[in-house]
């Protein structure tokens, strides 16, 4: 006789029995909660002593089932100062605004205009980098100017639900990444993963378990909350939005440095490709190439 063995420290264990928890507190049985999630009895009772690990996917299932937050079904994490590795002048904006309403909304609005930032920066690498490939410059040249992985500036992507689950974690994962200035090979190595995983991942090609996430929030330096879609804290930022338009018309949110970063898009992508220019020059790439390729002229690419 086979009997199932749980490791009582595991993740899997610690979820099962917070949504024991959760389900007994709000006096529902397991049979029942099968039945509302529509999976079978020895499911839930195997999902809520940690015999089988339990899907994001489904744990969001069982989240609404329950009237509560995904977040509150997850093991308390080991706790992380969330903006600890911040860039200095971030922090240093956020605290020149003295105005009190203003002074809730501008830390915000500021994280929104920094990750705008680093994608607008990946956006001209990726740009650069296709037209790299066009022009037949060798994989190596292109991922060390470039600092990509051919996984993400190869043009055979695969179809994606952009409402799915795994796609949305994965671009807070991405995103993550780049306020970090983590390349793909940064966080492959950290959470020992290969290239094509993170770009999988990222992308929402690959159902991502909770273990993997765990370690993806441990090596980003954050609370694992932040990369799970539709928390409360997701709630609050949604609310933003409508915090900007009331003081749209104030003079000072108006002339933000925020505002400027924002407007200044397309600086920040030639800058960037000015940067991948240079370090094209440096590995011995033609001029005319890299012109072609970045888009810059002759002059942008010398200076």
Known sequence: ???????????????????????????????????????????????????????????????????????????????????????????????????????????????????????NQEEARLEVAKNLVKEGVSVDIISQATGLSIYEYDNTEKEVCTDSIYYRIGQRIREWRLIRRYTQKDLADKVGLTLKEIHEYERGYTAITFDKLYEMAGALSVNIKVLLPETRESKEENRLLSLIDEYREQESLVKSPSEDMKSGKEKVKKAEKIKIAKDLVKAGVASDIIVRASGLTADECKN
């Open 1 to 119: 006789m086979f009997v199932s063995v749980r490791d009582i420290s595991s993740i899997s264990y610690k979820i099962g029995q917070k949504i024991e928890d959760c389900r007994l507190m709000q006096r529902c049985t397991q049979a029942e909660l099968a039945s509302k999630i529509g999976l079978a009895y020895k499911e839930v009772t195997n999902y809520e002593n940690g015999y089988i690990p339990i899907t994001i996917e489904v744990l969001y299932v069982i989240a609404r089932v329950l009237s509560v937050n995904v977040v509150d079904l997850l093991p308390k994490p080991i706790t992380v100062r969330e903006y600890e590795d911040e860039d200095e002048e971030i922090l240093y904006l956020t605290k020149i605004y003295e105005n009190q309403k203003l002074g809730k909304i501008v830390p915000s609005l500021i994280r929104f205009v920094h990750i705008s930032e680093k994608i």
